[in-house]
């Protein structure tokens, strides 16, 4: 009996994508993850006299379902090995395989989603502040490229970075260390261009803090501050575009990772993408509003 | 023989490489006092994901069956003293100026790595194989799940750097427990794992003419 899936075709690429996207969904860390994300924006969303900040909301499935999916994506990858040490038959290349793993990313993808889906259903449920940063107050298309940039794009950047580590680390508890690396990097790169001095200086125009956008999610809004809050300045649509990049730059440099890969075409897609990701980080800190926006006051014991 | 065992059974890279971190978390603490929110926790959590690692072994259904199943076990877990004495040492030497409860600072410590080990105690008598990354994961990610939350919701901290309230002392005082109780499970009932190590019986097969 053939125990190997068609090493060339399309069709084995998409029955591997299957496969490895439904062992991504039965993971217990992915799902408690995705499960915890969707209570927490309920319960955020339900608590208090009416919602705010809610574009500080992303930050729940980019902790809790995308770094969950990084841990789950590394281990689905480091597993696609075990076949072939133990016995040198698995199916297709070792850059299929890991093809197949970034196709599973979708699960992540469709779960920040579903997250996004239920945002939405309680902002028109319970209704936005007049004065919240949201529709109506911001541009539309900003106001969605933060949403799906920091929400959904980050939980599939997480899976996409699960990969390259899986790839490339090969020690026990790296996933556990990119993480910490990730999170402290992030805050840390960002430390003291956002909060409450963003507010207080009215969203100033300080290159400095539109310059934190290279990290791989970037704080946008401040958090309420005595009932007002604030966006940073810089591009949203061109910083979800950058976010894209450097998840196509994750998954490509994890298929670099194969040897018998490396051609000619590949290495020119990925010096591209680079290329591509540096243009867009540029216009999203150079392109976009100076200066960031600052909401009136947006809580009801302020507004009194 | 323990020291050898120990010396070729643990996976050092990885678990020094875990303390490293720690270390330099501690430093960027010490240089950036402000940055201490996030760097405490860490600290704590990357000596937790170390102690974790010790029970790490790829052939643990076979392992589990040789003569030196009970005392690898006893000593995989001494091993976990380490990321205890580096996890106490780098929280209750924060710097002064932070006003931290060096006490509060030592239970967490101590909570986070028995936890951790004690998590890892059970998936190896479970003879799961290298159980390490899937617990430091774990522990890394519940740990550092109040810090989103909280920018939210108005949940209490679990790392704070000042007073401990009583209800968090009470808190980590519980994992602890748990976390050593889990640490003591194989040894109080090494029952339950021979059974799970005994090879099936067979029927005994019936000689013809009895």
Redo the contacts between chains.
């Keep these: 009996m053939d125990t190997t899936l068609p090493a060339a075709s399309r069709a084995g690429l998409g029955a591997m994508i299957a496969i490895e996207a439904r062992r991504f969904a039965r993971h217990p860390?992915f799902v408690l993850?995705a499960l915890?994300a969707w209570i927490?924006t309920a319960?955020?969303g339900t608590?208090g006299d009416q919602v705010t900040?809610m574009l500080?909301?992303p930050?729940?499935p980019?902790?809790?379902i995308g770094?969950?999916s990084l841990?789950v994506a590394a281990?689905l990858t480091r597993s696609t090995e075990v076949a072939a040490e133990a016995m040198g038959t698995v199916p297709g290349t070792e850059a299929r395989r890991t093809l197949a793993v970034g196709g599973a990313a979708l699960v992540p993808l469709a779960a920040g989603l579903v997250w996004l889906v239920e945002t939405l259903v309680i902002a028109a449920v319970r209704g936005a502040h007049p004065n919240e940063l949201w529709f109506g107050t911001m541009d539309d298309l900003h106001v969605w490229s933060l949403l799906l940039g920091l929400g959904p794009v980050a939980c599939l950047g997480g899976a996409l970075l699960g990969v390259l580590v899986g790839r490339w680390l090969r020690?026990?508890?790296?996933?556990?260390?990119v993480?910490?690396?990730l999170?402290?990097l992030d805050?840390?790169a960002q430390?003291g261009t956002m909060g409450e001095d963003i507010v207080a200086n009215h969203a100033s125009d300080d290159l400095s803090v539109r310059l934190r956008l290279w990290v791989p999610w970037a704080l946008w809004h401040s958090?309420s501050v005595d009932g007002r809050s604030a966006v940073a300045g810089g591009d949203p649509f061109w910083y979800l575009l950058y976010l894209l990049a450097l998840c196509a730059l994750a998954l490509g440099g994890a298929v670099w990772h194969d040897r018998s890969a490396r051609s000619a075409r590949l290495r020119f897609s990925l010096s591209g993408l680079i290329a591509v990701a540096a243009c867009l980080l540029a216009l999203a800190v150079f392109a976009g509003p100076e200066a960031g926006t600052v909401s009136g006051r947006v809580t009801a014991t302020s507004q009194g | 023989m323990r020291l050898w065992y120990l010396h070729r059974a643990v996976p050092w890279t990885p678990l020094v490489g875990c303390l490293l971190g720690a270390l330099a978390m501690s430093a960027l603490t010490h240089r950036w006092p402000a940055a201490a929110g996030l760097g405490m926790p860490c600290v704590a959590l990357l000596c937790a994901a170390a102690a974790g690692l010790v029970h790490d072994e790829p052939a643990a259904a076979v392992a589990a069956v040789t003569p030196r199943a009970g005392w690898a076990a006893g000593s995989r877990s001494s091993t976990a003293l380490l990321p205890l004495v580096v996890s106490l040492g780098l929280l209750v030497t924060l710097p002064a100026r932070l006003h931290p409860d060096r006490g509060g600072m030592a239970l967490v410590g101590t909570a986070t790595v028995l936890i951790a080990l004690g998590a890892a105690t059970l998936a190896a008598a479970e003879q799961r194989p290298r159980p390490g990354g899937a617990v430091a994961a774990g522990v890394i990610l519940l740990g550092l799940s109040p810090l989103p939350v909280g920018a939210l919701l108005d949940v209490p901290e679990l790392f704070p750097l000042g007073t401990f309230p009583d209800g968090l002392r009470t808190f980590w005082i519980v994992t602890a427990a748990v976390g050593l109780a889990a640490c003591l499970v194989p040894v109080l009932r090494p029952s339950r794992v021979r059974r799970r190590t005994a090879p099936a019986r067979r029927p005994a097969r019936r000689r013809p003419g009895r």
Excluded: E, K, M
């Excluded at chain 1, 020690?171 to 260390?177: E, K, L, S, T």
């Design positions: 860390l993850g915890a927490i319960v955020v608590s900040d500080a909301w930050i729940i980019a902790f809790f770094l969950p841990v281990s020690f026990r508890g790296a996933a556990a260390v993480i910490v690396a999170v402290a805050i840390l430390f958090g």
